[in-house]
Protein backbone atom coordinates (compact mmCIF):
# COMPACT_ATOMS: atom_id res chain seq x y z
CA UNK A 1 0.00 0.00 0.00
CA UNK A 2 1.24 3.53 -0.86
CA UNK A 3 2.98 5.45 1.64
CA UNK A 4 0.80 8.32 1.19
CA UNK A 5 2.77 11.55 2.87
CA UNK A 6 4.61 12.19 -0.52
CA UNK A 7 1.62 11.76 -2.85
CA UNK A 8 -0.81 14.44 -3.48
CA UNK A 9 -3.70 15.03 -0.99
CA UNK A 10 -6.37 13.59 -3.49
CA UNK A 11 -4.01 10.51 -4.18
CA UNK A 12 -4.29 9.76 -0.14
CA UNK A 13 -7.60 10.17 0.20
CA UNK A 14 -8.32 7.39 -2.49
CA UNK A 15 -6.44 4.69 -0.95
CA UNK A 16 -8.22 5.53 2.39
CA UNK A 17 -11.62 6.03 0.44
CA UNK A 18 -11.30 2.37 -1.39
CA UNK A 19 -9.07 0.34 0.43
CA UNK A 20 -12.14 -2.49 0.55
CA UNK A 21 -12.58 -2.27 -2.81
CA UNK A 22 -8.37 -2.39 -3.91
CA UNK A 23 -8.25 -5.41 -1.63
CA UNK A 24 -10.78 -7.41 -3.56
CA UNK A 25 -9.08 -5.85 -7.02
CA UNK A 26 -5.59 -4.93 -7.80
CA UNK A 27 -4.47 -6.24 -3.89
CA UNK A 28 -5.46 -9.88 -5.00
CA UNK A 29 -2.95 -9.87 -8.10
CA UNK A 30 -0.02 -9.40 -5.67
CA UNK A 31 -0.35 -12.56 -3.54
CA UNK A 32 1.20 -14.72 -6.02
CA UNK A 33 4.99 -13.72 -4.80
CA UNK A 34 4.11 -14.01 -0.92
CA UNK A 35 5.58 -17.75 -0.77
CA UNK A 36 8.48 -16.51 -2.58
CA UNK A 37 9.07 -13.81 -0.39
CA UNK A 38 8.97 -15.42 3.28
CA UNK A 39 10.87 -18.46 1.78
CA UNK A 40 13.75 -16.12 0.27
CA UNK A 41 14.50 -14.73 3.86
CA UNK A 42 13.48 -18.00 5.76
CA UNK A 43 10.53 -17.05 7.62
CA UNK A 44 9.21 -20.14 9.87
CA UNK A 45 8.57 -21.02 13.59
CA UNK A 46 9.66 -18.34 16.24
CA UNK A 47 10.77 -16.43 13.29
CA UNK A 48 10.58 -12.68 14.03
CA UNK A 49 9.51 -10.89 11.20
CA UNK A 50 8.18 -7.06 10.13
CA UNK A 51 5.82 -6.75 7.24
CA UNK A 52 5.73 -3.67 5.63
CA UNK A 53 3.22 -1.61 3.81
CA UNK A 54 0.96 -4.69 5.16
CA UNK A 55 -2.12 -3.81 3.10
CA UNK A 56 -4.71 -6.10 3.66
CA UNK A 57 -2.31 -8.28 5.50
CA UNK A 58 -1.91 -11.12 2.56
CA UNK A 59 2.03 -11.53 4.11
CA UNK A 60 1.39 -11.12 7.27
CA UNK A 61 -0.89 -14.00 7.09
CA UNK A 62 1.19 -16.16 6.09
CA UNK A 63 3.80 -15.39 8.12
CA UNK A 64 1.70 -16.01 11.26
CA UNK A 65 0.52 -19.26 9.47
CA UNK A 66 4.17 -20.61 9.34
CA UNK A 67 4.49 -19.59 13.45
CA UNK A 68 6.36 -16.03 12.97
CA UNK A 69 5.65 -13.65 15.73
CA UNK A 70 4.42 -10.96 12.96
CA UNK A 71 4.61 -7.10 13.19
CA UNK A 72 2.90 -5.45 10.39
CA UNK A 73 2.56 -1.61 9.67
CA UNK A 74 0.86 0.09 6.71
CA UNK A 75 0.58 4.12 6.46
CA UNK A 76 -3.21 3.63 5.75
CA UNK A 77 -5.23 3.63 8.71
CA UNK A 78 -7.92 1.58 6.58
CA UNK A 79 -5.62 -1.02 5.26
CA UNK A 80 -4.12 -1.40 8.77
CA UNK A 81 -8.00 -2.80 9.98
CA UNK A 82 -8.07 -5.01 6.87
CA UNK A 83 -4.56 -6.57 8.08
CA UNK A 84 -6.11 -6.94 11.64
CA UNK A 85 -8.76 -8.94 10.04
CA UNK A 86 -6.67 -11.00 8.23
CA UNK A 87 -3.70 -11.84 10.03
CA UNK A 88 -5.14 -11.30 14.13
CA UNK A 89 -2.10 -13.18 15.68
CA UNK A 90 -0.25 -10.51 14.17
CA UNK A 91 0.47 -6.92 15.93
CA UNK A 92 -0.34 -4.25 13.39
CA UNK A 93 0.37 -0.23 13.91
CA UNK A 94 -0.02 2.64 11.84
CA UNK A 95 3.42 3.48 10.51
CA UNK A 96 5.08 4.62 7.19
CA UNK A 97 8.34 4.39 4.99
CA UNK A 98 11.49 5.46 5.16
CA UNK A 99 11.18 5.85 9.07
CA UNK A 100 9.70 3.22 11.33
CA UNK A 101 9.29 3.34 14.98
CA UNK A 102 11.24 0.48 16.39
CA UNK A 103 14.51 0.41 17.28
CA UNK A 104 17.85 -1.03 16.10
CA UNK A 105 17.91 -4.84 15.45
CA UNK A 106 15.06 -6.28 16.98
CA UNK A 107 14.02 -8.45 13.69
CA UNK A 108 14.98 -10.93 11.77
CA UNK A 109 13.73 -10.61 9.13
CA UNK A 110 11.87 -7.58 7.25
CA UNK A 111 10.08 -8.04 3.70
CA UNK A 112 8.16 -5.65 1.89
CA UNK A 113 5.52 -6.83 -0.66
CA UNK A 114 5.23 -4.06 -3.51
CA UNK A 115 6.61 -1.90 -0.89
CA UNK A 116 9.72 -0.16 -3.16
CA UNK A 117 8.86 2.55 -5.50
CA UNK A 118 5.69 4.42 -3.57
CA UNK A 119 7.24 4.40 0.35
CA UNK A 120 9.46 6.75 0.14
CA UNK A 121 12.92 6.67 -2.27
CA UNK A 122 14.20 3.37 -2.91
CA UNK A 123 17.09 3.34 -1.01
CA UNK A 124 15.88 4.94 2.16
CA UNK A 125 13.34 2.34 2.18
CA UNK A 126 15.89 -0.75 1.90
CA UNK A 127 18.10 0.95 4.78
CA UNK A 128 15.54 1.47 6.98
CA UNK A 129 14.82 -2.02 6.96
CA UNK A 130 18.17 -3.04 7.03
CA UNK A 131 18.69 -1.10 10.56
CA UNK A 132 15.55 -2.83 11.98
CA UNK A 133 16.87 -6.41 11.12
CA UNK A 134 19.98 -7.78 13.63
CA UNK A 135 23.12 -9.06 12.41
CA UNK A 136 22.51 -11.93 10.29
CA UNK A 137 18.80 -11.08 9.83
CA UNK A 138 17.47 -10.83 6.28
CA UNK A 139 15.68 -8.48 4.28
CA UNK A 140 13.47 -9.41 1.46
CA UNK A 141 11.42 -6.75 -1.11
CA UNK A 142 9.65 -7.36 -4.49
CA UNK A 143 8.32 -5.21 -7.22
CA UNK A 144 6.86 -4.84 -10.60
CA UNK A 145 9.30 -5.45 -13.13
CA UNK A 146 9.43 -2.53 -15.89
CA UNK A 147 8.68 -5.04 -18.60
CA UNK A 148 5.45 -6.30 -17.60
CA UNK A 149 4.08 -9.82 -18.62
CA UNK A 150 1.09 -9.51 -20.89
CA UNK A 151 -1.43 -10.33 -17.91
CA UNK A 152 -0.45 -6.54 -16.60
CA UNK A 153 -0.84 -5.22 -20.07
CA UNK A 154 -4.69 -5.25 -20.08
CA UNK A 155 -5.80 -1.96 -18.96
CA UNK A 156 -3.45 -0.09 -21.23
CA UNK A 157 -4.45 -2.04 -24.10
CA UNK A 158 -8.13 -1.57 -23.44
CA UNK A 159 -7.37 2.30 -22.64
CA UNK A 160 -5.99 2.39 -26.31
CA UNK A 161 -8.02 0.66 -27.76
CA UNK A 162 -11.41 2.61 -26.22
CA UNK A 163 -9.71 6.04 -27.38
CA UNK A 164 -10.08 7.16 -23.90
CA UNK A 165 -8.96 10.52 -23.22
CA UNK A 166 -6.47 9.87 -20.58
CA UNK A 167 -3.49 7.94 -20.24
CA UNK A 168 -2.58 5.27 -17.21
CA UNK A 169 -0.73 6.82 -14.64
CA UNK A 170 1.71 4.44 -12.32
CA UNK A 171 0.10 6.49 -8.63
CA UNK A 172 2.73 4.14 -6.84
CA UNK A 173 6.02 5.25 -8.59
CA UNK A 174 6.36 8.08 -8.45
CA UNK A 175 9.90 10.10 -9.97
CA UNK A 176 11.16 10.83 -6.68
CA UNK A 177 11.28 7.28 -5.84
CA UNK A 178 14.08 6.34 -7.70
CA UNK A 179 12.82 2.46 -8.66
CA UNK A 180 14.79 0.44 -10.72
CA UNK A 181 12.83 -2.48 -11.93
CA UNK A 182 15.17 -4.75 -13.05
CA UNK A 183 16.88 -7.78 -11.52
CA UNK A 184 20.23 -5.86 -11.83
CA UNK A 185 19.12 -2.46 -10.40
CA UNK A 186 17.68 -3.90 -7.40
CA UNK A 187 20.42 -6.17 -6.54
CA UNK A 188 23.19 -3.19 -6.59
CA UNK A 189 19.86 -1.10 -4.57
CA UNK A 190 20.27 -3.80 -1.67
CA UNK A 191 23.71 -3.74 -2.07
CA UNK A 192 24.30 0.35 -1.90
CA UNK A 193 22.68 -0.17 1.86
CA UNK A 194 25.50 -2.86 3.14
CA UNK A 195 23.37 -5.60 2.80
CA UNK A 196 25.77 -8.88 1.97
CA UNK A 197 24.97 -11.52 -0.77
CA UNK A 198 22.48 -9.01 -2.48
CA UNK A 199 19.85 -11.21 -5.20
CA UNK A 200 17.30 -10.59 -7.08
CA UNK A 201 15.49 -12.91 -9.77
CA UNK A 202 11.73 -12.55 -11.44
CA UNK A 203 8.92 -14.73 -10.06
CA UNK A 204 6.02 -15.17 -12.45
CA UNK A 205 2.84 -16.48 -11.46
CA UNK A 206 -0.77 -16.59 -12.95
CA UNK A 207 -3.80 -13.96 -11.24
CA UNK A 208 -6.77 -16.27 -11.61
CA UNK A 209 -9.94 -14.41 -11.12
CA UNK A 210 -13.45 -14.67 -12.61
CA UNK A 211 -14.02 -13.10 -15.89
CA UNK A 212 -17.26 -11.60 -14.12
CA UNK A 213 -15.69 -10.14 -11.26
CA UNK A 214 -12.44 -8.96 -13.01
CA UNK A 215 -15.19 -7.08 -15.40
CA UNK A 216 -16.81 -5.76 -11.96
CA UNK A 217 -13.93 -5.24 -10.55
CA UNK A 218 -12.39 -2.74 -13.18
CA UNK A 219 -15.64 -0.90 -13.93
CA UNK A 220 -15.92 -0.19 -10.33
CA UNK A 221 -12.14 0.88 -10.16
CA UNK A 222 -12.00 3.30 -13.07
CA UNK A 223 -14.28 5.29 -11.37
CA UNK A 224 -11.96 5.94 -8.84
CA UNK A 225 -9.03 7.24 -10.32
CA UNK A 226 -7.00 4.97 -8.66
CA UNK A 227 -5.97 3.31 -11.81
CA UNK A 228 -5.90 5.97 -14.78
CA UNK A 229 -5.01 9.76 -14.53
CA UNK A 230 -8.40 10.98 -13.26
CA UNK A 231 -11.73 9.13 -12.86
CA UNK A 232 -13.03 8.13 -15.54
CA UNK A 233 -16.85 9.29 -16.92
CA UNK A 234 -19.52 6.81 -17.40
CA UNK A 235 -18.98 6.48 -21.15
CA UNK A 236 -15.41 6.14 -21.03
CA UNK A 237 -15.75 3.17 -18.26
CA UNK A 238 -18.59 1.46 -20.71
CA UNK A 239 -16.25 1.83 -23.79
CA UNK A 240 -12.88 -0.05 -21.83
CA UNK A 241 -14.73 -2.38 -19.59
CA UNK A 242 -15.81 -3.76 -23.41
CA UNK A 243 -12.72 -3.87 -25.14
CA UNK A 244 -10.46 -4.93 -21.50
CA UNK A 245 -13.42 -8.27 -22.31
CA UNK A 246 -12.77 -8.59 -25.82
CA UNK A 247 -8.83 -8.31 -25.13
CA UNK A 248 -8.92 -11.02 -22.15
CA UNK A 249 -10.75 -13.82 -24.29
CA UNK A 250 -7.12 -15.14 -24.81
CA UNK A 251 -6.42 -16.07 -20.96
CA UNK A 252 -10.40 -17.14 -20.50
CA UNK A 253 -10.24 -21.13 -19.02
CA UNK A 254 -13.28 -23.19 -19.50
CA UNK A 255 -14.47 -22.87 -16.63
CA UNK A 256 -14.76 -18.76 -16.79
CA UNK A 257 -11.93 -18.23 -15.10
CA UNK A 258 -8.97 -15.83 -16.11
CA UNK A 259 -5.60 -16.73 -16.02
CA UNK A 260 -3.73 -13.52 -16.15
CA UNK A 261 0.01 -13.64 -16.82
CA UNK A 262 2.05 -11.43 -13.96
CA UNK A 263 5.67 -11.00 -13.56
CA UNK A 264 7.33 -9.40 -10.64
CA UNK A 265 11.07 -8.71 -9.08
CA UNK A 266 12.05 -10.66 -6.28
CA UNK A 267 15.13 -9.44 -3.78
CA UNK A 268 16.78 -10.47 -0.77
CA UNK A 269 19.99 -10.19 1.31
CA UNK A 270 21.96 -10.51 4.88
CA UNK A 271 22.79 -7.64 7.27
Known amino acids: MADTRQQEPRAADLWEEHAALYVRTLGAACAGTVRPL????????????????????????????RGAAVTAVDSSAAMAELARAA??????????????PFRDACFDAAVGN?????????????????????????????????????????????????????????????????????????ARLLSSTGLRQAVCRTVAWDHRVGAAAWSEGLER???TGLLTAAAADPAAVTRIVRHAAVLSTPFLSPDGELRLPHVALLAHGWR
Open 114 to 186: FVLGHAGPTRAVVAELRRVVRPGGRVGLTGWADVPAAGQTLLGRALRAAGAPFVPTDRLRPPWSGYPGDTAGM
Open 221 to 223: LLG
Open 87 to 100: APRARTLVAALPRL
Open 38 to 65: LDAVQVGPGTRVLDVGTGPGTVAAAATD
